[in-house]
């Protein structure tokens, strides 16, 4: 283990970067008591770092999707494995994501959630995938910008390793 990884962000880079959106979203969402929501499991740790930089109240929840076929099957079923606690409807809404890559998943997220009549829908994202992306999805927070690798840590998993790596690496691995 161990082998095969190159850093790409380190833990400094992500703190800054976590610490700066926080400070945004915070002036943007004042007083708006926005719900965040955190797409598992991926976004947990950038979540949470995140809502600890955010200065206005808001409510913290998690939704659970999963895309059969994988991206053997980009058009395949996406289904809510398990949803949210609170309702939305005439909130104020963030997702939080780890990383948009094909934008598959996210896309149905958003139409899934649109349909809760939410005052406004947006999307922060900590890693954006321009490259890769399938479907046209709106980001209007994001982190940092990476080219077409497949990266680890900091919840970002391979086969539910490395989500505990307080940086971000790139990890070569078959068929990418
Ligand atoms: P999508 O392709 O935009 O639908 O991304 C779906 C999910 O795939 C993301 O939320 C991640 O959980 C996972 N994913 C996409 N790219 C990577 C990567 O480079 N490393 C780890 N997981 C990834
Ligand atoms: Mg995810």
Same mark, same amino acid.
């Given at each position: 283990?161990?082998?095969?990884?190159?850093v790409?962000?380190?833990?400094?880079?992500?703190k800054?970067k976590?610490?700066?959106?926080?400070?945004?979203?915070?002036?943007?969402?004042?007083?708006?008591?926005?719900v965040?929501?955190?797409v598992?499991r =991926?976004?947990?740790?950038?979540a949470? &770092? #995140?809502?600890?930089? +955010?200065s206005?109240?808001f409510t *913290?929840?998690?939704?659970? /999707?999963?895309r059969?076929?994988g991206n053997a099957n980009?058009? =395949?079923i996406v289904?809510?494995?398990? &949803? #949210?606690d609170?309702? +939305?409807?005439s909130r104020?809404? *963030?997702?939080v994501?780890? /990383?948009v890559d094909?934008?598959?998943?996210?896309?149905?997220?958003?139409r899934n959630?649109?349909?809760? &009549?939410?005052?406004?829908?947006?999307?922060c994202t900590?890693?954006?995938v321009?490259?890769?992306r399938?479907?046209?999805v709106?980001?209007?927070y994001k982190?940092f910008?990476?080219?077409?690798?497949?990266v680890?840590?900091y919840?970002?998993?391979?086969n539910e390793?490395?989500r505990n790596l307080?940086?971000?690496?790139?990890?070569?691995?078959?068929?990418?």
């Amino acid at each position: 283990m161990g082998e095969g990884l190159r850093v790409v962000l380190t833990e400094e880079e992500i703190k800054r970067k976590v610490r700066e959106l926080g400070e945004t979203l915070s002036r943007d969402y004042q007083g708006d008591d926005p719900v965040l929501i955190s797409v598992l499991r =991926g976004s947990v740790y950038f979540a949470v &770092d #995140l809502s600890r930089h +955010i200065s206005t109240p808001f409510t *913290l929840d998690f939704i659970s /999707i999963s895309r059969y076929g994988g991206n053997a099957n980009p058009f =395949g079923i996406v289904r809510i494995t398990k &949803d #949210l606690d609170v309702n +939305i409807a005439s909130r104020h809404v *963030l997702v939080v994501e780890d /990383i948009v890559d094909t934008g598959l998943s996210l896309n149905y997220l958003l139409r899934n959630l649109k349909t809760r &009549d939410p005052a406004s829908l947006k999307v922060c994202t900590l890693l954006n995938v321009e490259e890769r992306r399938i479907v046209d999805v709106p980001v209007d927070y994001k982190g940092f910008d990476l080219p077409d690798i497949f990266v680890v840590g900091y919840g970002l998993d391979y086969n539910e390793e490395y989500r505990n790596l307080t940086h971000i690496a790139e990890l070569k691995r078959p068929g990418r």
